[in-house]
Structure formats: C-alpha cells, structure tokens
C-alpha cells in the first residue's frame, strides 16, 4: 500500500489517505526512524507489499484445480504484463486495468524482483 500512495502523492493526489500516510511517516521519522523505514517503503515492507500483491493476483486467478495451476496461470498473467501492459502504462499511467493487472502493477511498483517462473510464484502463494 505505502508505494501506492507513493505513487499517488507523486503524481499530485492530496486526498485524505495520502495526506495521513505522509503525516504518519513523518511523525516516525522525527521520533527517529529512518525515512525509508518511516514511508514503509524499505526493503522488507516493500517485499511484503509484493508478497501480497501476487497473492491478490493469484486469488483472482485461483480455480478449482489447485495451487500449482494457478502458478502457472499467474507465470503467464506476468509475462503478459510485463510484455504488453507495462509499455502501455509508462506511456499512459493513469489508465484504467483489468483488477489482475491492477494486482501485477502493485506489485512491480515495489520495484522488488517479482518471481516469473511458476515454481517461484508456487512457492509464495501455497
């Protein structure tokens, strides 16, 4: 969520929930955290954000037919993203996504490797 509203605050939102993430952070950051830690945009709170992020994408591809299939429907959703959405929205950032591409944006925002093989993403979504 905080690179979302990262993003958010970038791009000019001032709406109520960025302005109480920035007000937050900065409240932990004058009692001593680190900014990054602070913003809850440092490398372990980045990677849970990602974490999550892929586990909403494979619950909006999940089927009757196991975790290991959805892997692999999750495998083909990333490279599809990243072959054909992610060009589409550096060109266009406030286009409106599919909620699986939603998901997948979310969790490249993170700026975290995102797994690509369906044995990687198995292992996280078991």
């Known amino acids: ?12 939102d001032t709406g109520p929930e960025v302005a109480r993430w920035i ?8 009692d001593g955290d680190d900014l ?4 809850r945009l440092d490398r372990a709170s980045r990677l849970r954000e990602r974490n999550l992020a892929l586990k909403a994408a494979a619950a909006l591809l999940a089927a009757d037919d196991g975790p290991w299939r959805c ?5 083909a959703a990333i490279r599809r993203h990243e072959a054909r959405i992610a060009p589409l929205l550096a060109r266009d950032p406030a286009m409106t ?28 979504i078991r």
């Open 71 to 75: 892997a692999c429907r999750l495998e």
């Open 23 to 30: 007000a937050e952070a900065m409240r932990r950051h004058l």
């Open 1 to 12: 969520m905080s690179t979302e509203l990262a993003r958010r605050a970038a791009a000019g």
């Open 97 to 124: 996504l599919a909620p699986i591409d939603e998901a997948l944006r979310r969790a490249f925002d993170t700026r975290q490797r995102v797994p690509t093989t369906a044995r990687n993403l198995f292992e996280l």
């Open 36 to 39: 990054d830690q602070a913003l």
